[in-house]
């Protein structure tokens, strides 16, 4: 079954197939837990079996027993499916037992090597994070990748491009899978979440709390996390109605870069809502953004956007968060929207 967030970069690959187009080298992109690995599980089945990945031939059950996770826990250079043409590849566990970051060249010579006999049926090749290749390793794939063999179908799981060298990426196709909100995610979600939770969560909402990764949020769900997450946002939204509780901010210390992500799903919700002209489900939502100009929840996302990305960087990022939520607990009562400057010495601006 084809998940609903992966349709449209499915009838990308679907029209190449059809067309007869489909590339010697694809690069699959999204982020961490959208299900990479199952997109291209699907394409292969769609290759491989003769009656529309049927789930009963023995192309399709022989993919169905190849389990990733369990792939990752082994340590082998590379990895045959449990069909014969189809090898894969990804970084190995270290001596600790740790997966190592880096996907060595040894091993990219072997999954080449492999791929390099001739077969009389489709030979597939899938390398798992591809961005893990280290330089030796990447110069090797390049040079099968430069003279691809018919019948050879390479395909890398990679979260983003830009973490690939340009000469691999201008080899490859790329079809990206992109975070989801959609209707159709969030029933595949309720029908996904424990039946004696479901009547106590709102699946968009869980699916918000995850960033649209209907995986993570099922993820989420198992651990305490969504819980955690509605309780920073229940006290994000009495800030903005109440600035004095912005003095009461204990369960933020430490997880100031995901309250970040949760101020900024609630400023993002806010300005949709705003343009459509809608009420939401959140009351105390709704009444902040009556009150709030649209300008200054657009300015306000942009200063959370840029204090994320800077959080990266050896900025204090409590002193960041400290800055964002001054102006949040003002923002239904703010006159001229504050310059906040985040250098070194950080400084708020009214
Ligand atoms: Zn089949």
């Known amino acids: ?56 031939c023995s192309y399709c059950r022989a993919i169905k027993k190849d389990n990733p996770r369990e792939l990752l826990d082994h340590s082998t250079l590379i990895r045959r499916s449990h069909y014969p043409n189809l ?19 040894d091993q990219v010579r072997a999954f080449c090597e492999s791929l390099g006999k001739t077969a009389e049926e489709l030979q597939i090749g899938l390398i798992f994070y591809a961005n893990q290749m280290n330089m030796n390793a990447a110069n090797s794939l390049l040079k099968t990748l430069e003279e691809p063999r018919d019948n050879t179908l390479i395909i890398l799981l990679a979260h983003n491009s830009s973490a690939l060298p340009a000469t691999i990426l201008s080899r490859c ?27 106590d969560f709102d699946a968009i909402q869980l ?85 709030t100009a649209t300008s200054h929840l657009f300015k306000l996302l942009d200063d959370i956007g840029r204090a994320i990305s800077m959080s990266q960087t050896t900025v204090n990022i409590k002193l960041l968060l400290d800055n964002i939520l001054i102006v949040w607990s003002h923002i239904t009562h703010l006159k001229k929207y ?8 950080l400084r708020l601006y009214f």
């Open 87 to 105: 090898i894969y590849c990804c970084s190995e566990l270290n001596e600790s037992g740790a997966l190592s970051k880096e996907i060595r060249v």
């Open 173 to 199: 196709q790329t079809v990206h899978i992109s975070p989801t909100y959609s209707e159709e995610s969030v029933k595949w979600l309720s029908q996904n979440i424990d039946k004696t939770t479901q009547d």
């Open 207 to 291: 699916l918000e709390s995850a960033h649209g990764i209907p995986f993570k949020a099922v993820e989420d769900l198992q651990g305490d996390y969504f819980f955690q997450y509605l309780n920073w946002q229940n006290l994000l939204l009495e800030i903005a109605l109440n600035p004095s509780k912005a003095t009461e901010t204990e369960i933020f210390d430490g997880n100031e870069l995901q309250v970040l992500s949760c101020l900024q799903q609630l400023v993002t919700e806010g300005i949709r809502l705003k343009t459509i002209k809608h009420e939401g489900a959140q009351l105390e939502l709704n009444k902040i953004i009556t009150k």
């Open 338 to 345: 504050p310059i906040i400057i985040n250098s070194q010495d």
């Open 1 to 56: 079954m084809i998940l609903p967030w992966h349709q449209s970069a499915f009838l990308e690959l679907r029209k190449m197939i059809d067309q007869n187009h489909l590339p010697h080298a694809l690069l699959i992109t999204g982020v961490e837990k959208i299900g990479k690995f199952e997109l291209a599980e699907q394409l292969i089945q769609t290759l491989l079996c003769k009656n529309d990945s049927c789930g009963e």
